[in-house]
Structure formats: structure tokens, C-alpha cells
């Protein structure tokens, strides 16, 4: 059971925070078990929370298929390659289950608004079908900048 957490505590319980897009994905065997994970490399556009050296991440879920080694995480939802996003990773040093703080809490895209061109956050969480737990909606989204704005104000301490 994932519970549902406020904002306030997935960005004080996330070590970093990025906006960035996925470059692409590779299932391999992890060191946890061995299990399969599916990793996804994700090039950083724009660090929110945190400090990271490099200019790509790496994430790992657990799951995914290594030759005839299937492994499925019920309501585990994986970015897809080519999505941008902002990404609330838990841990830096530990391989988990989900690589987000609150799984789907975790996860926002960034879309673009066809009409106005503008750069848009929109919850992943509350997409998810299989919690039956909803966060507030985001139906349309939030403004990028105001949403990378609220969550370095909440780092500050701000609000």
C-alpha cells in the first residue's frame, strides 16, 4: 500500500529533484535479488532539489523481462522513453522498488499546452488507476516555472 503524502512531504523526502527527459530504458538483472529492473537514463535539464555531478541519471524500477525471467509489480507505472517530466527520486545510494518518493506522487510530466505553448507539470499520481487513491487534480496542470518556484520555496523554507 503506497500512502498518500502531501506535497510538502514528498519534497522534503525527495534527495533530488529533476526536471529532465528519458533518453531511454534497458531491463537488466539488479544486485537486489538478482530481479529484474527496467532503468531509465534521463538527461538533466534542470536540477530543483538537491546536488548531482553528472548531466544524465540513471533510475531503476523494479520489474521487467531478462530472457525468460519475467517479473511485474502490480500498480507500478515506468516513464516512457522521449517523456519529459520532473522526477522526485527517494535515494541516491539505495536501489529500490520504485525509484520515487510515494511512487506516482513522485511523477509529473511536462507537457505543452497546444493552444497557449506553454510549459505545464501535470500529476502522474493522479492518473493512477490501480491505488484508487487520488491527489488533488491537476487536470490541466501547473505553469513550470510556478511549480519549480513552489517546490525551491518549500527546499527554503518559505511556506
Known sequence: M???????EIVSGAELIVDGEVLKKETRLSSMGPRPFTYFKIAIIDIVKGEYPDETIEIGYMGGQVGDL???VSDLRMPAVGERGIYFIESLGQQQIHPLIGWQQGHYRVIVDPQTGQERAVSEYERDSGTGIRAPLLQQGTDLSD???EIRGLVKGDH
Open 70 to 72: 519475467v517479473l511485474k
Open 147 to 149: 511549480f519549480k518556484k
Open 2 to 8: 503506497v500512502l498518500r503524502m502531501s506535497f510538502q
